[in-house]
């Protein structure tokens, strides 16, 4: 009857794929990725920014993961801090430049990411690094596995608790309050005695761990290092973090809002892929939703006010 | 601030609800084709990468309790699709045979060699033919026009041993005069050559595998200093690229074209100085080059559909991850897929007809 009137649903599994849980876990897991890279992007927009570098940042520390797993054989215990550290490196000197040069945010991590792109392709020769015939170290498998009798990744897990960690940030500390400030009028806030700067500084630092993390989950996903991961990841989060109702403009938003903007856009992608929808299709449709999202976002907010 | 939150969320899912029904009931077969006793029950475009061959893939695989085999255009495609059914979790990893395309050493033939992959075939990049032929004319020999290289298809058993040689049935474009013999002076007098190699994009492994396979064969010839350029994806790139190889007195040019129209010009610019054209894997118009190489991604297509047929014994449920449907190579690869399950189709009935 269902499969009836909504021919995608009706597959082998009775009731439709739609209605089986593997559906949704898989949705989460494939859009974790996208939505840890939302969660540090959700900051740097906050405070009226963006951060263009995030992909790349992705692919680099991706790279510099699985060069320190598979190519030194390093412990994870060495491993995976360098790589947060690498990414977390990058992001503050998006950052310093931003604030000590005054250089806009896009031009700064524009620049940022052409060149963490280039820094991913020197770290493998333009190659992927991968284990070929050599053990995989057991990390690739522990990060890329599943829990709850295989009902829930290791990565949405990551991505759910960053989001947690990113609401008590934004929600319980001065830090978070400043990032509002900041991204509401900067010159006030530093009237009021905010070190913009320095928070500012800090926002791009984040959006680069989070970038470290998402590279360290995606390169254990694929089991390998790839120069090439994360291109255009940078739009879809940014889209994830505006189709939640975080403004461009700053100051307004929040990291729960960036999860409904992922949950949309993991949804809208699942549905359209598991209908076999054809690849134009689907760009138009994405498109249209994105602005439609937007647009009732606003309303919502006129209807408030 | 939490107020603000929970009306957004109502007025969000309110109108994803809306469209759900919408989203659902478009454009879904419940089977794609069905050739012979072969069902293709999934298809989709996954634009050559690996992470929409997983995504897809993980569609599929909700969708299909019995999936026998997945075709994907390229190997990346197939590794991801072999990680869905790994994700999965219901062991569908181990009985779904994958078959992928393009064996390149460090990708598909070592998934191979793990047991990923069932069976890769092989797209050369024709840079070693390339190397030899161009010092052939350098010297002076005469070469074909057009070579058309056929295929290897490595699978567990074979992949020690170098896969299984599938040749070409003779070049696509036939009945091309061979040029005429232009002897390099400066070879046989200095005993050195420059070749260039105009790159269109290094940021594909089977371009950087090409300018490899280039780069080892040119180490065998001690006379040959070769020249590299990579136009990063860019036409206009290319075009000032091939003519900076002219001003810079090059012997042979050895050219992978970005698009056939714009590379025709700056080519016979070339081609029209005196120096002979190596043409890799996209061909271009006219007849102003020596030498064209590049495989054949029809047979290629037609070998898998064959091999993936015979594996299933011509009965069961196939999924087809497509490469970029826009690019000539994703077309060819599924036309020849469905020609070689036809031909199987055939074979095996006019076997069954005989057999009574």
């Known amino acids: 009857m269902i499969g009836a009137i909504f021919p995608g649903m009706s597959g082998e599994n009775k009731l439709g794929a739609f209605f089986t849980w593997d559906y949704h876990r898989d949705m989460l897991r494939d859009y974790s990725i996208h939505g840890i890279l939302a969660c540090g992007m959700t900051i740097v927009i906050l405070t009226a920014g963006i951060d263009l570098s995030v992909g790349s940042l992705l692919g680099m520390t991706g790279m510099f993961f699985a060069h320190l797993m598979i190519n030194l054989q390093l412990s994870p215990a060495v491993g995976i801090p360098f790589s947060l550290v690498a990414g977390t490196a990058a992001g503050l000197l998006n950052g310093v430049v931003i604030t000590s040069f005054r250089i806009q945010p896009f031009v700064a991590t524009l620049a940022m990411m052409v060149s963490a792109r280039g820094l991913a392709k020197f770290i493998g020769g333009g190659r992927k690094i991968q284990a070929g015939t050599q053990q995989l170290p057991a990390i690739f498998e522990q990060i890329s596995s599943q829990v709850l009798n295989n009902n829930l990744a290791i990565v949405t897990i990551i991505f759910l608790a960053s989001m947690g960690v990113f609401w008590l940030i934004l929600n319980r500390t001065r830090f978070g309050r400043h990032l509002y400030a900041i991204g509401g009028n900067d010159e006030a806030a530093r009237l009021s005695g905010v070190r913009v700067n320095l928070v500012r500084t800090a926002a791009y630092g984040i959006a680069g761990l989070m970038s470290a993390v998402a590279g360290v989950c995606y390169a254990a996903r694929t089991y390998y290092g790839d120069p090439e991961a994360g291109q ?74 | ?42 298809r989709t475009d996954c634009q050559w990468l690996e992470e929409n061959g997983r995504r897809e893939m993980a569609s599929a695989l909700s969708r299909f309790d019995k999936i026998d085999a997945v075709y994907g255009h390229n190997d990346p495609q197939a590794h991801g699709a072999y990680l869905a059914a790994k994700a999965e979790g219901r062991g569908r990893e181990k009985t779904v045979k994958f078959i992928g395309i393009d064996a390149l050493p460090h990708e598909g033939v070592m998934y191979v060699k793990q047991g990923v992959l069932t069976a890769t075939l092989e797209y050369p990049t024709g840079g070693k033919e390339a190397i030899d032929l161009g010092m052939k004319v350098l010297k ?135 120096i002979p054209v190596i043409v890799l894997d996209r061909e271009i118009q006219g007849t102003s080059f020596t030498c064209f190489i590049g495989g054949d991604n029809v047979l290629i297509g037609r070998e898998a559909g064959k091999y993936i047929a015979s594996l299933l014994n011509g009965k069961g449920n196939v999924v087809e991850l497509q490469g970029l449907m826009t690019s000539e190579p994703g077309v060819d690869r599924h036309e020849g897929f469905l020609q070689g399950l036809k031909d199987y189709a055939k074979e095996h009935e006019a076997e069954a007809g005989s057999g009574k």
Not at chain 1, 269 to 288: C, D, P
Not at chain 2, 12 to 40: D, H, M, N, Y
Not at chain 2, 194 to 203: H, K, P, R
């Open chain 1, 232 to 305: 255009g990841y940078e739009l879809t989060s940014i889209a994830m973090v505006v189709i939640g109702g975080t403004s461009l403009i700053g100051g307004r938003g929040g990291i729960f809002l960036t999860l409904l903007g992922t949950l949309i856009i993991g949804y809208i992608e699942k549905i359209l892929s598991i209908n076999g929808v054809e690849i134009a299709y689907r760009f138009m449709v994405e498109g249209a939703i994105i602005v439609a999202a937007v647009i009732i976002q606003q309303t919502g907010r006129r209807t408030r006010l």
């Open chain 2, 1 to 42: 601030m939490a107020k603000l939150d929970l009306r957004k969320i109502g007025y969000s899912f309110f109108w994803l609800l809306a469209l759900l029904p919408l989203v659902i009931g478009t454009g879904c077969r419940k089977v794609e084709e069905e050739i012979g006793g072969i069902q293709i029950v999934f």
């Open chain 2, 140 to 274: 002076g020999e005469e070469v074909p026009k057009w070579i058309t290289l056929g295929t290897r298809l490595f699978t567990k058993e074979n992949v020690d041993k170098g896969g299984l040689e599938i040749p070409a049935k003779g070049p696509k474009r036939s009945g091309l005069k061979p040029d005429k013999p232009r002897p390099s002076k400066r070879l046989a007098e200095t005993k050195q050559v420059v070749i260039g190699m105009s790159q269109c994009n290094l940021a594909e492994p089977w371009r950087v595998q090409m300018n490899e396979d280039v780069r080892d064969q040119a180490k065998k010839y001690p006379e040959i200093k070769l020249l590299e350029k990579d136009a990063q994806n860019d036409v206009t790139v290319q075009q000032s690229q091939v003519r900076e190889f002219l001003t810079q007195g090059i012997d042979l040019l050895i050219v992978s074209p970005k698009e056939t129209v714009p590379m025709t010009v700056p080519v016979k610019e070339v081609y029209d100085a005196g």
